[in-house]
């Protein structure tokens, strides 16, 4: 099994287990990829996923060279099948050890959160192998990272170390190895625990504005605001407070 799928409450715990070539993507981990994030995006039980790999070593270390790459050279990107990256309004924690490159830092940039363990190396690699780094490292990386820096990533295809990704602010935090699962968990339990539609709510207003003028920004997060605000969570959010209780949400 080169994908493992677990339910741990709210949260879906996504493993890519192909330890032994470092959680490389070949074209049934990347279709069963595509399957996983579906699953947890149409599961309203479900509120938030953590990807990670297995083994320790590798979250991935991109496309597998020896199966899919050759492919990908000859139809290219635009005629590419199933995505790996997630499609969702559901906010998604990327936990990473070990070697996060090519395709394998494309994946942990399509998340919305990275957590690093201390062991953790990133590269862009695309450069290095004679093409372009894809999967949309040329566009998240310098809306990510200061922009010099993602270009020199992208340039050289150098290598940085997780105290260098957390100093330019690609990964959100450090821990060591053994704690790297434990902190993701209490992450995705800290998020599980707020109202679903207003957390998935707060995501679409922060992405999508990032496109827009300011203006128009703001005029979409009064829409979603409104939207939100006519929620069965939002009156139990203002009942809970009222009587000193925690709320109970339900996501609807």
């Known amino acids: 099994m080169t994908l493992i799928f677990e339910r741990r409450g709210y949260i879906a715990l996504i493993t890519i287990n192909r330890p032994e070539v470092h959680n490389a993507l070949d074209t049934p981990t990347v279709a069963a990829l595509a399957d996983a994030w579906a699953e947890f995006d149409r599961d309203p039980d479900l509120r938030v996923a953590i990807i990670t790999g297995a083994g320790g070593r590798a979250f991935s270390a991109g496309a597998d060279l020896r199966t899919r790459v050759p492919g990908l050279l000859e139809r290219g990107y635009a005629q590419e099948g199933p995505s790996p990256y997630p499609a969702t309004w559901k906010p998604v924690i990327a936990a990473i050890a070990g070697y996060c490159l090519a395709g394998g830092l494309a994946l942990a940039l399509a998340c919305d959160i990275r957590i690093a363990a201390t062991n953790a190396v ?18 998240r990386l310098p809306r990510l990272v200061p922009f010099g820096k993602a270009l020199e990533m992208l340039f050289t295809g150098e290598l940085i170390d997780a105290r260098e990704a957390l100093a330019i602010g690609l990964v959100n935090r450090v821990v060591e190895p053994e704690a790297l699962m434990p902190a993701a968990l209490e992450l995705a339990e800290k998020v599980a625990a707020n ?20 203006a128009e920004a703001l005029k979409l997060e009064a829409e979603l605001f409104d939207r939100v605000a006519r929620t069965e969570d939002a009156l139990e959010g203002t009942r809970a407070f009222v009587e000193k209780r925690p709320p109970v949400f339900r996501g609807r």
Do not use: H, S
């Open 122 to 139: 990133f590269g862009t690699m695309g450069v290095r192998r004679g093409i372009l780094p894809a999967g949309g490292q040329t566009q």
């Open 195 to 214: 109202a679903p539609l207003a957390v998935q709510a707060a995501k679409e207003a922060a992405y999508r504005g990032l496109d827009l003028p300011l």
